[in-house]
């Protein structure tokens, strides 16, 4: 397994409302007020919990006139993705016996 750092991308995806903004992004992007208009939070709240999705590399913020862009990075979920690859071993070996047991028990 590689050394890069996990952690924010697991504290960021930690909150359900923070995943639920992540699953908003993936369909469009949004500014906080857009964000904030789907929520029953402060636009303060709702900024804090993009900080966090920023801090761990899964959402990218630029700047449009004075309105802040939020857009989903693809890439930012490598690390998930890599660490939760180690455990399809366990998963592989596990449907193979399956697999010969089925097929063992077979007339």
Known sequence: MTATPIQPCFRALADPTRRDIVMMLAQSDMTIGQLTDRFDMTRAAVKKHLTVLSDGGLITVRTRGRERINSLNPEGFAPVVNWLS??????????????????GSEP
């Open 86 to 103: 180690y455990f399809d071993q366990f998963w592989d070996d596990r449907l193979a016996s399956l697999k010969s047991a089925i097929e």
